[in-house]
Structures are given as structure tokens and as C-alpha cells.
């Protein structure tokens, strides 16, 4: 996973401390809710080779996460909830 993911969202989170916008209590976001934003956003958004910019980990192949620099790889299928 990549390392930018953490620094975008130590941004965002700066971002709005500093517009006074993460204040539940003021009727605005958390930092927890603009952090989930952001993933949602990298999970759904996709790299110019189609490849999600931050994999869903419960989708992703369990041999691609044993060595993530061969090709990426999903499940075929939804894995089961326990």
C-alpha cells in the first residue's frame, strides 16, 4: 500500500484544523469521517493501467499480497462474512 495514502490524509486532516471544519461538535466532520472520505475516494478512483490507486483489501488475491510487484490481482468472488 502506498505510503502517499498516510501523507494525503495527514493534508486533508491539516487542511481542516485549519478552516476550523473537523469539529463534530460545531456541525461538521471528524477527522475519522474526512479520513474515510479519502479512502473511499482511493479504493473507487483508478490508475491510468485500471488498477485502483489503494487496493480493498478484502478483495485483494492473497498470493498477489504475499509479492505485490506481480500484476494486482482481486478475488473472484465476495468472500463470505463470518
Known amino acids: 500500500i502506498s505510503p502517499m ?3 494525503l490524509a495527514s493534508i ?3 487542511w481542516a484544523k485549519s478552516r476550523d471544519i473537523n469539529n463534530p461538535s460545531k456541525h461538521t466532520l471528524s477527522s475519522y469521517g474526512y479520513v474515510l472520505m479519502l479512502t473511499y475516494f482511493l479504493k473507487n478512483a483508478r490508475r491510468g493501467d485500471g488498477n485502483p490507486i489503494l487496493p480493498n ?3 485483494v488475491d492473497p498470493q498477489w499480497a504475499q ?3 506481480n500484476p494486482y490481482r482481486e478475488i473472484a468472488a465476495k468472500p463470505k462474512s463470518p
Open 67 to 69: 509479492n505485490p510487484t
Open 5 to 7: 495514502s498516510c501523507v
Open 12 to 14: 486533508i486532516k491539516r
Open 57 to 59: 483489501l478484502q478483495w
